[in-house]
């Protein structure tokens, strides 16, 4: 009786941990692709809004190409109200470095704050073509991090062309 007694006790232990391993191994998993999904969340918002900031210097270069209008100049307002807002996201996501995106990610992002940090509007141009091509160039810092980070598989073997050019 108290071998079956015995047998009994140990089959139950071993259906309780068999129990508990798969439901922290599912509790993990689920963990991890949480984290994974924050992660993609927050780098395509980075992306995004990188991708934005180019985007809108070179509609504001070109726009001070333009002769000055009353619209262009609304325009232009517009654009660099909108481009103080990028930096705003821009420095969010950089504050988050090493918890949501990677701290080189974070890096290139706070680099290119401190690159276009000043806004003289007697060299606008000069201006906007460094922070275009500061903006290119963290643009494809980050999407390089983020491949290397979230483990995508994709361009693995890429690497990002000097910071200079």
Not at 103 to 132: M, N, Q
Request: aromatic share 8%.
């Amino acid at each position: 009786m108290t071998t079956t007694f015995t047998a009994w006790i140990a089959l139950i232990a071993a259906l309780i941990a068999a129990g508990v391993t798969i439901f922290n191994s599912r509790l993990t998993r689920f963990t991890r692709e949480k984290v994974w999904e924050r992660k993609a969340d927050a780098y395509e918002a980075v992306i995004g809004v990188l991708a934005e900031v180019i985007y809108d210097a070179e509609r504001e270069s070109r726009l001070i190409e333009l002769a000055s209008t009353e619209e262009t100049a609304r325009t232009l307002n517009d654009l660099r109200l909108k481009n103080l807002d990028a930096g705003i996201a821009i420095r969010k996501a950089a504050a988050s470095g090493g918890f949501l995106i990677s701290e080189d990610a974070a890096d290139a992002l706070y680099r290119l704050l401190h690159e276009t940090d000043g806004d003289d509007p007697a060299s606008r141009s000069s201006w906007l073509l460094s922070h275009l091509l500061g903006a290119r160039s963290c643009l494809r810092r980050v999407v390089f991090e983020a491949n290397k980070d979230l483990k995508t598989g994709s361009q693995l073997n890429w690497h990002p062309p000097d910071e200079d050019n």
